[in-house]
């Protein structure tokens, strides 16, 4: 009797164990089921950031390579605006030069008659150093050359160059006694200085 009643007994313990562990299974499986839903929560935002991001980068990619290219086109163009801007200076000044050496073709013609003439020591030598003298003049007009006024003029080292100094009472001492190389103004500017002689003071003579 003994024994058959701790047989019951051992069951009905094995049963209530069973049956315990049974209870808790669930509970323990719906904690780890919460737990998973919180980290899967979390990790679908980040994957969403995460795509967020890389969708902005690969617009500001395509952005930063469209400023690249149009870089590049501007550049090309700057080139060929630089090149064709170079060539067209380059033509006017050649074709500049080309009206200016045209305007003293007439000059050297007559330079070319006054050697004739002084080979065959002819008397129209004075005619044609004339002529050369008219169309220079003409020349300079043209191109808005003219000769310096400077004689009895005041000193200026803006538009003379003087090399010596002499006393003489023709003249207000600082003012210009001779001219020895003329000077020549460009449009109202300096295109070669005045060489000239200045005046100075003239010593009086001492009882």
Same mark, same amino acid.
């Given at each position: ?40 929560? *979390? ?8 795509? $967020? ?37 380059? *033509? ?83 003012? $210009? ?31």
């Amino acid at each position: 009797m003994c024994e058959e009643k701790n047989k019951k007994e051992n069951e009905i313990e094995s049963k209530d164990t069973q049956n315990a562990s049974k209870q808790e299974e669930p509970e323990k499986s719906g904690d780890k089921k919460e737990g998973e839903d919180i980290v899967d929560e *979390k990790t679908r935002e980040k994957i969403e950031e995460l795509k $967020i991001l890389s969708q902005e980068l690969l617009e500001k990619k395509k952005k930063a390579e469209q400023y690249y290219e149009q870089i590049l086109s501007l550049k090309a163009e700057f080139e060929n605006y630089r090149k064709r801007t170079e060539k067209e200076m380059e *033509k006017m000044i050649i074709e500049e030069r080309k009206n200016i050496l045209k305007e003293f073709l007439p000059v050297m013609d007559g330079l070319l008659m006054a050697k004739d003439a002084i080979k065959r020591k002819e008397q129209n030598i004075k005619e044609a150093v004339d002529l050369i003298f008219k169309e220079v003049s003409k020349i300079f007009s043209k191109f808005g050359v003219k000769k310096m006024e400077c004689e009895g003029r005041e000193f200026s080292p803006s538009f003379h160059h003087a090399v010596l100094k002499e006393k003489t009472e023709k003249v207000k001492p600082g003012h $210009i006694a001779k001219v020895i190389s003329n000077g020549y103004l460009f449009r109202e500017e300096v295109l070669k200085p005045a060489t000239v002689v200045v005046a100075e003071e003239k010593e009086k003579n001492k009882d």
